[in-house]
């Protein structure tokens, strides 16, 4: 499935590219529960994961790779989240992306392979933060 941005976030990058508001850092999550992004979503549409040694990674502006072109893309470096104990299997559907002060959903994503169970210490998901603005229709 391809990234989603829902409703609530095309309204955040307006606000922000118009300079409405000012604009956060965001905060990457892993989801645990079964389900597909859509229009309609808000940050309350994911439960966020909670298996041991699981914290969401704050993604600062400034490391944010931004490349115009067709399409134009931002890039974030790879963030890992490992499992620091044995646990019960949590299973992990994807990633969804906030942001930091307001809380508001920005997109999200369902693991194209997922989900991916995390039980053993050591288990690990690694996210690549990206996204891309094409035209409609491409």
Not at 31 to 38: E, L, R
Not at 75 to 96: H, K, L, R, V
Not at 113 to 134: E, F, H, R, W
């Amino acid at each position: 499935m391809a990234l989603l941005v829902p409703n609530a976030g095309e309204v955040v990058i307006l606000q922000n590219f118009l300079n409405k508001v000012a604009p956060q850092d965001l905060v990457l999550k892993l989801y645990k529960n079964n389900h597909a992004p859509a229009d309609g979503d808000t940050e309350a549409s994911y439960t966020e994961a909670d298996f041991s040694g699981y914290s969401a990674a704050s993604l600062a502006g400034a490391n944010w790779a931004i490349t115009g072109g067709a399409p134009s893309e931002a890039d974030y470096p790879q963030q890992t989240f490992t499992s620091d104990a044995n646990q019960t299997a949590q299973n992990i559907y994807g990633y969804f992306i906030v942001q930091a002060t307001s809380g508001k959903l920005m997109w999200a994503e369902l693991f194209p392979s997922g989900p991916y169970p995390i039980s053993n210490a050591g288990d690990a998901i690694k996210v690549t933060p990206k996204i891309q603005l094409k035209k409609q229709g491409e």
